[in-house]
Nanobody, 120 residues
Framework: QVQLVESGGGLVQPGGSLRLSCAAS???????MGWYRQAPGKERELVAV???????NYADSVKGRFTISRDNAKNTVYLQMNSLKPEDTAVYYC???????????????WGQGTQVTVSS
């Protein structure tokens, strides 16, 4: 069974920092990993993605403030969020594009989401 387990969300004041983690488990070979977010009343949007080789891509709204990284040995992706703003408030989801050796197919897996609230 494939699982993506996120951690690290919470309440933080504007200007503060949080670090999200997401660990993937199961019989998969992870290719790319990423973070998305969804604010109330809005569509889910890309925050950042990282390839297995470490190439990254960020949404314009988080460039210079957020950093995505990964540990391939642990199938874990991280999102370091600095200089947080109230508009960063959302449920953050991680995903993993991975080869499932049992199913012999590529899949896109999602975590359950973790709430990030930026408020004074």
């Amino acid at each position: 069974q494939v699982q993506l387990v996120e951690s690290g969300g919470g309440l933080v004041q504007p200007g503060g920092s949080l670090r999200l983690s997401c660990a993937a488990s199961g019989s998969i070979s992870v290719i790319a990993m990423g973070w998305y977010r969804q604010a109330p009343g809005k569509e889910r949007e890309l925050v950042a993605v990282i390839s297995r080789g470490g190439r990254t891509n960020y949404a314009d709204s988080v460039k210079g403030r957020f950093t995505i990284s990964r540990d391939n040995a642990k199938n874990t992706v991280y999102l370091q969020m600095n200089s947080l703003k109230p508009e960063d408030t959302a449920v953050y989801y991680c995903n993993a594009e991975a080869w499932n050796s049992a199913a012999m197919n590529m899949y896109l897996y999602w975590g359950q989401g973790t709430q990030v609230t930026v408020s004074s």
